[in-house]
Protein backbone atom coordinates (compact mmCIF):
# COMPACT_ATOMS: atom_id res chain seq x y z
CA UNK A 1 0.00 0.00 0.00
CA UNK A 2 2.78 2.36 1.09
CA UNK A 3 4.22 1.28 -2.34
CA UNK A 4 1.67 3.56 -4.09
CA UNK A 5 3.06 6.25 -2.54
CA UNK A 6 5.74 8.30 -4.47
CA UNK A 7 7.92 11.46 -3.44
CA UNK A 8 8.89 13.72 -5.85
CA UNK A 9 11.85 16.12 -5.39
CA UNK A 10 11.98 18.91 -8.20
CA UNK A 11 15.01 20.58 -9.40
CA UNK A 12 17.04 19.83 -6.12
CA UNK A 13 19.88 21.53 -6.04
CA UNK A 14 22.02 19.96 -2.80
CA UNK A 15 22.64 16.19 -3.85
CA UNK A 16 22.84 15.75 -0.03
CA UNK A 17 19.44 16.90 0.09
CA UNK A 18 18.42 13.84 -2.20
CA UNK A 19 20.46 11.56 -0.32
CA UNK A 20 18.77 12.99 3.57
CA UNK A 21 15.02 12.83 1.74
CA UNK A 22 15.85 8.87 0.52
CA UNK A 23 16.71 8.00 4.20
CA UNK A 24 13.82 9.98 5.83
CA UNK A 25 11.65 8.01 2.99
CA UNK A 26 13.26 4.86 3.87
CA UNK A 27 12.81 5.16 7.94
CA UNK A 28 9.33 5.38 6.90
CA UNK A 29 8.48 3.33 4.90
CA UNK A 30 8.57 4.49 1.80
CA UNK A 31 10.24 4.04 -1.39
CA UNK A 32 9.13 5.58 -4.70
CA UNK A 33 11.72 8.66 -5.70
CA UNK A 34 11.32 10.09 -8.85
CA UNK A 35 14.23 13.66 -9.16
CA UNK A 36 13.17 15.98 -11.60
CA UNK A 37 15.89 17.45 -13.48
CA UNK A 38 17.77 17.42 -10.51
CA UNK A 39 20.95 19.90 -10.66
CA UNK A 40 23.81 17.02 -9.76
CA UNK A 41 22.81 13.33 -9.06
CA UNK A 42 24.15 10.26 -8.91
CA UNK A 43 26.67 12.32 -6.40
CA UNK A 44 28.44 10.82 -3.66
CA UNK A 45 26.71 14.06 -1.09
CA UNK A 46 23.95 12.09 -1.72
CA UNK A 47 24.93 8.28 -0.89
CA UNK A 48 27.03 9.55 2.31
CA UNK A 49 23.55 11.21 3.68
CA UNK A 50 21.34 8.59 2.24
CA UNK A 51 23.40 6.10 4.89
CA UNK A 52 21.93 3.06 4.57
CA UNK A 53 18.64 4.03 2.30
CA UNK A 54 20.80 3.90 -1.38
CA UNK A 55 18.99 1.33 -2.53
CA UNK A 56 16.07 4.53 -2.73
CA UNK A 57 19.26 6.18 -4.77
CA UNK A 58 20.17 3.66 -6.73
CA UNK A 59 16.20 2.90 -7.79
CA UNK A 60 14.98 6.73 -8.17
CA UNK A 61 13.57 7.40 -11.31
CA UNK A 62 15.34 10.63 -12.99
CA UNK A 63 12.83 12.39 -15.46
CA UNK A 64 12.97 16.04 -17.06
CA UNK A 65 8.99 17.09 -16.42
CA UNK A 66 6.88 17.44 -13.20
CA UNK A 67 4.11 16.04 -16.03
CA UNK A 68 6.67 12.65 -16.37
CA UNK A 69 6.66 12.32 -12.48
CA UNK A 70 2.79 12.37 -12.01
CA UNK A 71 1.93 9.93 -14.49
CA UNK A 72 -0.30 7.20 -13.70
CA UNK A 73 -1.10 9.55 -10.38
CA UNK A 74 -5.23 10.30 -9.59
CA UNK A 75 -3.97 12.27 -6.28
CA UNK A 76 -0.72 14.79 -6.11
CA UNK A 77 -0.04 16.87 -3.25
CA UNK A 78 2.08 19.50 -2.79
CA UNK A 79 4.57 21.29 -0.34
CA UNK A 80 3.83 25.41 -0.59
CA UNK A 81 5.63 27.51 1.88
CA UNK A 82 3.30 30.85 1.03
CA UNK A 83 -0.42 31.68 0.16
CA UNK A 84 -0.67 32.43 -3.66
CA UNK A 85 -2.25 35.06 -5.89
CA UNK A 86 -4.96 32.35 -6.85
CA UNK A 87 -5.96 30.50 -2.89
CA UNK A 88 -6.14 26.72 -3.44
CA UNK A 89 -7.64 23.64 -1.00
CA UNK A 90 -4.57 23.61 1.86
CA UNK A 91 -3.61 20.22 4.42
CA UNK A 92 -1.54 20.44 6.91
CA UNK A 93 1.11 17.15 6.99
CA UNK A 94 -1.72 15.73 9.23
CA UNK A 95 -4.61 15.95 7.09
CA UNK A 96 -1.89 15.27 4.16
CA UNK A 97 -1.16 11.99 5.91
CA UNK A 98 -4.76 11.32 6.32
CA UNK A 99 -5.88 11.86 2.36
CA UNK A 100 -2.23 10.28 1.12
CA UNK A 101 -2.73 6.90 3.16
CA UNK A 102 -6.61 6.59 2.50
CA UNK A 103 -6.26 7.40 -1.47
CA UNK A 104 -3.16 4.49 -1.67
CA UNK A 105 -5.07 2.04 0.14
CA UNK A 106 -7.92 2.28 -2.88
CA UNK A 107 -4.74 1.32 -5.05
CA UNK A 108 -4.59 4.81 -6.31
CA UNK A 109 -1.08 6.38 -7.06
CA UNK A 110 -0.59 9.37 -4.63
CA UNK A 111 2.52 11.79 -5.67
CA UNK A 112 4.35 14.28 -2.39
CA UNK A 113 5.31 16.76 -4.28
CA UNK A 114 8.72 19.31 -3.13
CA UNK A 115 9.96 21.93 -4.88
CA UNK A 116 13.44 23.31 -4.71
CA UNK A 117 15.56 24.37 -1.96
CA UNK A 118 15.22 28.29 -2.32
CA UNK A 119 12.06 28.87 -4.54
CA UNK A 120 10.02 26.14 -4.09
CA UNK A 121 7.48 25.00 -7.00
CA UNK A 122 6.14 27.53 -9.13
CA UNK A 123 2.70 28.64 -9.54
CA UNK A 124 2.43 26.41 -13.04
CA UNK A 125 3.82 23.44 -10.60
CA UNK A 126 1.40 23.89 -7.96
CA UNK A 127 -1.23 24.40 -10.02
CA UNK A 128 -1.12 20.62 -11.09
CA UNK A 129 -1.87 19.84 -7.79
CA UNK A 130 -5.11 18.89 -6.26
CA UNK A 131 -4.14 20.09 -2.94
CA UNK A 132 -1.33 22.11 -1.11
CA UNK A 133 0.20 21.32 2.04
CA UNK A 134 1.95 23.58 4.31
CA UNK A 135 3.92 22.81 7.17
CA UNK A 136 3.50 25.06 10.14
CA UNK A 137 6.77 27.05 11.41
CA UNK A 138 7.73 30.40 12.68
CA UNK A 139 6.84 33.12 10.37
CA UNK A 140 10.40 34.54 11.07
CA UNK A 141 12.26 31.70 9.64
CA UNK A 142 9.99 29.53 7.72
CA UNK A 143 11.99 27.74 5.09
CA UNK A 144 12.43 23.42 6.47
CA UNK A 145 15.89 22.08 4.92
CA UNK A 146 14.07 19.87 2.07
CA UNK A 147 14.79 16.60 3.84
CA UNK A 148 13.26 17.53 6.90
CA UNK A 149 10.02 18.67 5.11
CA UNK A 150 10.22 14.70 3.53
CA UNK A 151 10.95 13.84 7.03
CA UNK A 152 7.71 15.66 8.29
CA UNK A 153 5.56 14.45 5.52
CA UNK A 154 6.82 10.80 5.59
CA UNK A 155 6.04 11.00 9.30
CA UNK A 156 2.23 11.59 8.98
CA UNK A 157 2.11 8.66 5.93
CA UNK A 158 3.45 6.14 8.52
CA UNK A 159 1.77 7.55 11.43
CA UNK A 160 -1.72 7.52 9.63
CA UNK A 161 -0.75 4.51 7.98
CA UNK A 162 -0.38 2.81 11.28
CA UNK A 163 -3.32 4.03 12.55
CA UNK A 164 -5.12 2.56 9.85
CA UNK A 165 -3.39 -0.87 10.82
CA UNK A 166 -4.57 -0.63 14.46
CA UNK A 167 -7.83 0.25 13.00
CA UNK A 168 -8.11 -3.47 11.41
CA UNK A 169 -6.16 -2.81 7.79
CA UNK A 170 -7.24 -0.40 5.35
CA UNK A 171 -11.10 -1.08 6.04
CA UNK A 172 -11.75 2.95 5.55
CA UNK A 173 -11.57 1.59 1.25
CA UNK A 174 -14.61 2.22 0.05
CA UNK A 175 -14.27 1.66 -3.72
CA UNK A 176 -14.18 4.54 -4.69
CA UNK A 177 -14.30 4.81 -8.92
CA UNK A 178 -11.20 5.06 -10.64
CA UNK A 179 -10.46 8.61 -10.73
CA UNK A 180 -8.85 9.88 -14.02
CA UNK A 181 -4.97 10.41 -13.95
CA UNK A 182 -2.63 13.29 -13.85
CA UNK A 183 -1.71 12.51 -17.54
CA UNK A 184 -5.48 11.99 -18.72
CA UNK A 185 -6.30 15.55 -16.75
CA UNK A 186 -3.60 17.54 -18.70
CA UNK A 187 -5.04 16.10 -21.58
CA UNK A 188 -8.44 17.31 -21.15
CA UNK A 189 -6.99 21.27 -20.09
CA UNK A 190 -5.12 20.88 -23.11
CA UNK A 191 -8.02 20.29 -25.04
CA UNK A 192 -10.54 22.39 -22.63
CA UNK A 193 -7.79 25.97 -23.31
CA UNK A 194 -7.67 24.85 -27.40
CA UNK A 195 -11.26 24.78 -27.51
CA UNK A 196 -11.76 28.21 -24.96
CA UNK A 197 -9.48 29.80 -27.91
CA UNK A 198 -11.51 28.56 -30.30
CA UNK A 199 -15.09 30.07 -29.04
CA UNK A 200 -13.39 33.03 -28.23
CA UNK A 201 -13.56 32.68 -24.40
CA UNK A 202 -9.71 32.74 -23.89
CA UNK A 203 -7.45 35.23 -25.45
CA UNK A 204 -4.18 34.00 -25.58
CA UNK A 205 -2.45 37.37 -25.32
CA UNK A 206 -4.57 37.77 -22.12
CA UNK A 207 -5.19 34.60 -20.32
CA UNK A 208 -5.29 36.28 -16.72
CA UNK A 209 -5.74 33.28 -14.34
CA UNK A 210 -8.50 31.47 -16.55
CA UNK A 211 -6.87 28.11 -17.20
CA UNK A 212 -5.78 27.97 -13.30
CA UNK A 213 -9.60 28.69 -12.01
CA UNK A 214 -10.73 26.33 -14.22
CA UNK A 215 -8.04 23.43 -12.89
CA UNK A 216 -8.48 24.40 -9.22
CA UNK A 217 -12.17 23.61 -9.56
CA UNK A 218 -11.87 20.65 -11.55
CA UNK A 219 -9.09 19.19 -9.19
CA UNK A 220 -11.70 19.82 -6.31
CA UNK A 221 -14.02 17.43 -7.93
CA UNK A 222 -11.42 14.42 -8.36
CA UNK A 223 -13.07 13.63 -11.75
CA UNK A 224 -13.40 10.10 -12.43
CA UNK A 225 -12.88 8.08 -15.82
CA UNK A 226 -16.64 7.74 -16.83
CA UNK A 227 -16.63 11.62 -16.53
CA UNK A 228 -13.78 12.32 -17.82
CA UNK A 229 -14.79 10.63 -21.19
CA UNK A 230 -17.97 12.86 -21.13
CA UNK A 231 -16.12 15.88 -20.82
CA UNK A 232 -13.21 14.91 -23.55
CA UNK A 233 -16.94 14.56 -25.26
CA UNK A 234 -18.64 17.66 -24.86
CA UNK A 235 -14.80 19.33 -25.99
CA UNK A 236 -14.65 17.36 -28.89
CA UNK A 237 -18.11 18.17 -30.37
CA UNK A 238 -18.09 21.55 -29.39
CA UNK A 239 -15.29 21.66 -31.79
CA UNK A 240 -17.09 19.79 -34.37
CA UNK A 241 -20.16 22.60 -34.08
CA UNK A 242 -17.75 25.52 -34.01
CA UNK A 243 -16.83 24.08 -37.13
CA UNK A 244 -20.08 24.31 -38.80
CA UNK A 245 -20.98 20.95 -39.19
CA UNK A 246 -24.49 21.95 -37.94
CA UNK A 247 -24.98 23.99 -40.65
CA UNK A 248 -23.90 21.61 -43.32
CA UNK A 249 -26.86 18.86 -42.27
CA UNK A 250 -29.48 21.96 -42.25
CA UNK A 251 -28.24 22.59 -45.77
CA UNK A 252 -29.77 19.40 -46.88
CA UNK B 1 5.71 29.69 26.08
CA UNK B 2 7.95 27.66 24.29
CA UNK B 3 11.05 29.62 25.68
CA UNK B 4 10.26 26.70 28.71
CA UNK B 5 11.51 24.31 25.92
CA UNK B 6 14.97 23.02 25.66
CA UNK B 7 16.71 20.85 23.29
CA UNK B 8 19.29 18.30 24.68
CA UNK B 9 21.73 16.75 22.31
CA UNK B 10 23.93 14.43 24.16
CA UNK B 11 28.01 13.66 22.49
CA UNK B 12 26.60 14.21 19.20
CA UNK B 13 29.82 13.45 16.83
CA UNK B 14 28.94 15.47 13.58
CA UNK B 15 28.26 18.72 14.19
CA UNK B 16 26.27 18.69 10.37
CA UNK B 17 23.76 17.70 12.89
CA UNK B 18 23.60 19.95 15.51
CA UNK B 19 23.76 22.43 12.60
CA UNK B 20 20.37 20.61 11.31
CA UNK B 21 18.89 20.20 14.63
CA UNK B 22 19.12 23.82 15.20
CA UNK B 23 17.34 25.00 11.80
CA UNK B 24 14.63 22.27 12.73
CA UNK B 25 14.55 24.18 15.90
CA UNK B 26 14.01 27.54 14.92
CA UNK B 27 11.87 26.45 12.11
CA UNK B 28 9.17 25.07 14.45
CA UNK B 29 10.19 28.04 17.11
CA UNK B 30 12.28 26.56 19.62
CA UNK B 31 15.32 28.93 20.69
CA UNK B 32 17.13 26.73 23.59
CA UNK B 33 19.81 24.60 22.59
CA UNK B 34 21.84 22.50 25.24
CA UNK B 35 25.35 20.35 23.99
CA UNK B 36 25.90 17.89 26.23
CA UNK B 37 30.24 17.12 25.57
CA UNK B 38 29.60 17.44 22.05
CA UNK B 39 32.63 15.91 19.67
CA UNK B 40 33.29 18.92 17.61
CA UNK B 41 31.41 22.09 18.44
CA UNK B 42 31.37 24.69 17.27
CA UNK B 43 31.94 23.93 13.62
CA UNK B 44 31.75 25.29 10.08
CA UNK B 45 29.47 22.40 9.25
CA UNK B 46 27.26 22.89 12.04
CA UNK B 47 26.87 26.82 10.84
CA UNK B 48 26.22 25.57 7.03
CA UNK B 49 23.08 23.18 8.13
CA UNK B 50 22.14 25.85 10.12
CA UNK B 51 22.10 28.07 7.16
CA UNK B 52 20.38 31.05 9.45
CA UNK B 53 20.10 29.49 12.90
CA UNK B 54 23.34 30.61 13.48
CA UNK B 55 21.69 32.58 17.04
CA UNK B 56 20.45 29.33 18.45
CA UNK B 57 24.03 27.39 17.82
CA UNK B 58 25.63 31.02 18.96
CA UNK B 59 23.82 30.71 22.15
CA UNK B 60 23.60 26.81 22.56
CA UNK B 61 24.81 25.44 26.35
CA UNK B 62 27.66 23.65 26.40
CA UNK B 63 27.96 21.50 29.34
CA UNK B 64 29.68 18.58 30.22
CA UNK B 65 27.21 16.10 31.69
CA UNK B 66 23.43 15.57 31.41
CA UNK B 67 22.99 16.08 34.77
CA UNK B 68 23.72 19.73 33.90
CA UNK B 69 21.60 20.01 31.29
CA UNK B 70 18.72 18.78 32.93
CA UNK B 71 18.88 21.71 35.75
CA UNK B 72 15.93 23.22 36.22
CA UNK B 73 13.82 20.58 34.45
CA UNK B 74 11.00 19.50 35.77
CA UNK B 75 9.73 16.89 32.99
CA UNK B 76 12.37 15.03 30.90
CA UNK B 77 11.64 12.72 27.76
CA UNK B 78 14.26 11.05 25.95
CA UNK B 79 14.29 9.60 22.62
CA UNK B 80 14.46 5.48 22.88
CA UNK B 81 15.14 3.87 19.53
CA UNK B 82 14.16 0.67 20.76
CA UNK B 83 12.35 -1.36 23.85
CA UNK B 84 15.17 -1.51 26.67
CA UNK B 85 15.84 -4.22 29.38
CA UNK B 86 13.74 -1.70 31.90
CA UNK B 87 10.47 -1.08 30.49
CA UNK B 88 9.71 2.96 30.84
CA UNK B 89 6.85 5.06 29.63
CA UNK B 90 6.69 4.88 26.48
CA UNK B 91 4.88 8.20 24.38
CA UNK B 92 4.75 8.04 20.67
CA UNK B 93 5.75 12.03 18.87
CA UNK B 94 2.53 12.90 19.39
CA UNK B 95 2.02 12.45 22.77
CA UNK B 96 5.17 14.06 23.49
CA UNK B 97 4.16 17.02 21.87
CA UNK B 98 0.90 17.14 23.92
CA UNK B 99 2.85 16.71 27.65
CA UNK B 100 5.25 19.12 26.34
CA UNK B 101 3.34 21.79 25.55
CA UNK B 102 0.93 21.18 28.43
CA UNK B 103 3.93 21.21 31.16
CA UNK B 104 5.61 24.41 29.13
CA UNK B 105 2.28 26.12 29.50
CA UNK B 106 2.58 26.01 33.37
CA UNK B 107 5.79 27.10 33.35
CA UNK B 108 7.68 24.26 34.02
CA UNK B 109 11.08 23.34 32.17
CA UNK B 110 10.58 20.92 29.50
CA UNK B 111 13.84 19.12 28.35
CA UNK B 112 13.51 16.52 24.92
CA UNK B 113 16.83 14.49 25.15
CA UNK B 114 18.88 12.95 22.21
CA UNK B 115 21.31 10.85 21.88
CA UNK B 116 24.15 9.72 20.06
CA UNK B 117 23.96 9.61 16.40
CA UNK B 118 24.78 5.07 16.28
CA UNK B 119 24.32 4.61 20.20
CA UNK B 120 21.47 6.77 21.54
CA UNK B 121 20.97 7.67 25.48
CA UNK B 122 22.54 4.65 27.43
CA UNK B 123 20.43 3.22 30.12
CA UNK B 124 21.48 5.48 32.89
CA UNK B 125 20.94 8.50 30.64
CA UNK B 126 17.28 7.09 29.89
CA UNK B 127 16.02 6.68 33.72
CA UNK B 128 16.91 10.05 33.93
CA UNK B 129 13.61 10.92 31.64
CA UNK B 130 10.21 10.87 33.16
CA UNK B 131 9.36 9.32 29.44
CA UNK B 132 10.78 7.17 26.46
CA UNK B 133 10.11 8.49 23.10
CA UNK B 134 9.82 6.05 20.17
CA UNK B 135 9.55 7.58 16.57
CA UNK B 136 7.45 5.09 14.59
CA UNK B 137 9.46 3.46 11.81
CA UNK B 138 10.31 0.78 9.26
CA UNK B 139 11.38 -2.20 11.49
CA UNK B 140 14.23 -2.70 8.62
CA UNK B 141 15.86 0.99 8.82
CA UNK B 142 14.92 2.33 12.11
CA UNK B 143 17.21 4.94 12.89
CA UNK B 144 16.58 8.64 11.74
CA UNK B 145 19.40 11.18 11.83
CA UNK B 146 19.51 12.83 14.34
CA UNK B 147 18.44 16.22 12.80
CA UNK B 148 15.36 14.40 11.32
CA UNK B 149 14.17 13.25 14.93
CA UNK B 150 14.70 16.69 16.35
CA UNK B 151 12.50 18.11 13.12
CA UNK B 152 9.93 15.19 14.32
CA UNK B 153 9.43 15.93 17.42
CA UNK B 154 9.80 19.88 17.56
CA UNK B 155 7.17 19.64 14.48
CA UNK B 156 5.08 18.18 17.05
CA UNK B 157 5.73 20.49 20.03
CA UNK B 158 4.46 23.30 17.40
CA UNK B 159 1.89 21.50 16.13
CA UNK B 160 0.14 20.91 19.78
CA UNK B 161 1.24 24.71 20.72
CA UNK B 162 -0.82 25.38 17.61
CA UNK B 163 -4.06 23.61 18.59
CA UNK B 164 -3.39 25.55 21.99
CA UNK B 165 -3.61 28.72 20.51
CA UNK B 166 -6.09 28.06 18.20
CA UNK B 167 -8.43 26.50 21.12
CA UNK B 168 -7.42 30.14 22.88
CA UNK B 169 -9.56 32.11 20.53
CA UNK B 170 -7.62 32.72 17.32
CA UNK B 171 -9.11 30.47 14.72
CA UNK B 172 -6.81 29.99 11.31
CA UNK B 173 -10.32 29.29 9.70
CA UNK B 174 -9.38 30.95 5.77
CA UNK B 175 -12.90 32.38 4.90
CA UNK B 176 -13.81 30.50 2.17
CA UNK B 177 -15.29 32.52 -1.19
CA UNK B 178 -19.15 32.53 -1.49
CA UNK B 179 -20.80 29.57 -3.43
CA UNK B 180 -22.85 30.01 -6.37
CA UNK B 181 -26.57 29.71 -4.42
CA UNK B 182 -28.62 26.78 -5.68
CA UNK B 183 -30.74 29.15 -8.11
CA UNK B 184 -27.59 29.97 -10.01
CA UNK B 185 -26.58 26.20 -9.93
CA UNK B 186 -29.88 25.64 -11.43
CA UNK B 187 -29.87 28.56 -14.10
CA UNK B 188 -26.09 26.70 -15.19
CA UNK B 189 -27.56 23.08 -15.76
CA UNK B 190 -30.65 24.47 -17.67
CA UNK B 191 -27.99 26.97 -20.11
CA UNK B 192 -25.29 23.39 -19.78
CA UNK B 193 -28.60 21.29 -21.08
CA UNK B 194 -29.31 23.41 -23.55
CA UNK B 195 -26.01 24.07 -25.08
CA UNK B 196 -25.11 19.86 -25.01
CA UNK B 197 -28.36 19.50 -27.28
CA UNK B 198 -27.20 22.59 -29.75
CA UNK B 199 -23.69 21.10 -30.06
CA UNK B 200 -25.17 17.50 -30.64
CA UNK B 201 -23.71 15.96 -28.18
CA UNK B 202 -26.85 15.33 -25.82
CA UNK B 203 -29.91 13.91 -27.50
CA UNK B 204 -33.44 14.94 -25.87
CA UNK B 205 -34.66 11.56 -27.13
CA UNK B 206 -32.08 9.48 -25.06
CA UNK B 207 -30.90 11.66 -22.54
CA UNK B 208 -29.26 8.63 -20.09
CA UNK B 209 -27.83 9.83 -17.05
CA UNK B 210 -25.65 12.45 -18.71
CA UNK B 211 -26.82 15.66 -16.69
CA UNK B 212 -27.33 13.37 -13.55
CA UNK B 213 -23.69 12.72 -14.06
CA UNK B 214 -22.90 16.18 -14.57
CA UNK B 215 -24.41 17.62 -11.83
CA UNK B 216 -22.83 15.15 -9.38
CA UNK B 217 -19.12 16.67 -10.85
CA UNK B 218 -19.92 20.12 -10.12
CA UNK B 219 -21.94 19.65 -7.13
CA UNK B 220 -18.72 17.89 -5.45
CA UNK B 221 -16.79 20.72 -5.92
CA UNK B 222 -18.38 23.28 -4.65
CA UNK B 223 -18.35 26.14 -7.68
CA UNK B 224 -18.10 29.92 -6.44
CA UNK B 225 -19.85 32.73 -7.64
CA UNK B 226 -16.47 33.73 -10.14
CA UNK B 227 -16.28 29.99 -10.99
CA UNK B 228 -19.96 29.84 -11.79
CA UNK B 229 -19.76 33.25 -14.06
CA UNK B 230 -16.86 31.84 -16.03
CA UNK B 231 -18.82 28.67 -16.52
CA UNK B 232 -21.81 30.84 -17.61
CA UNK B 233 -19.47 32.88 -20.00
CA UNK B 234 -17.88 29.82 -21.17
CA UNK B 235 -21.35 28.58 -22.50
CA UNK B 236 -22.33 32.02 -23.98
CA UNK B 237 -19.86 32.15 -26.12
CA UNK B 238 -20.06 28.38 -26.82
CA UNK B 239 -23.42 29.48 -28.38
CA UNK B 240 -22.34 32.38 -30.13
CA UNK B 241 -19.70 30.17 -31.69
CA UNK B 242 -22.08 27.57 -32.85
CA UNK B 243 -25.03 29.75 -34.31
CA UNK B 244 -22.43 30.51 -36.92
CA UNK B 245 -20.71 33.67 -36.30
CA UNK B 246 -17.48 32.30 -37.28
CA UNK B 247 -18.87 31.22 -41.14
CA UNK B 248 -20.95 34.75 -41.05
CA UNK B 249 -17.18 36.51 -40.82
CA UNK B 250 -15.46 33.85 -43.46
CA UNK B 251 -18.22 34.64 -46.03
CA UNK B 252 -17.12 38.90 -45.97
Chains 1, 2 share one sequence.
Not at 88 to 105: F, H, N, Q, S, Y
Not at 192 to 206: K, M, R, S, Y
Not at 209 to 214: F, T
Not at 231 to 241: D, M, Q, S
Request: aromatic share 4%; hydrophobic share 45%.
Amino acid sequence: MLQNIRVVLVNTSHPGNIGGAARAMKNMGLAHLVLVDPLQFPAADASARASGADDLLANAQVVATLEEALVGCSLVLGTSARDRSLPWPMLDPRECGGKTVEAAATGQQVALVFGREHAGLTNDELQRCHYHVHIPSNPEFSSLNLAAAVQVLAYEVRTAWLAGQAAGGASTAAEAPALATMDEMEGFYKHLEATLVQIGFLDPANPRHLMARLRRLFARSAVDHTEMSILRGILTETGKAVRGEPHKRKEQ
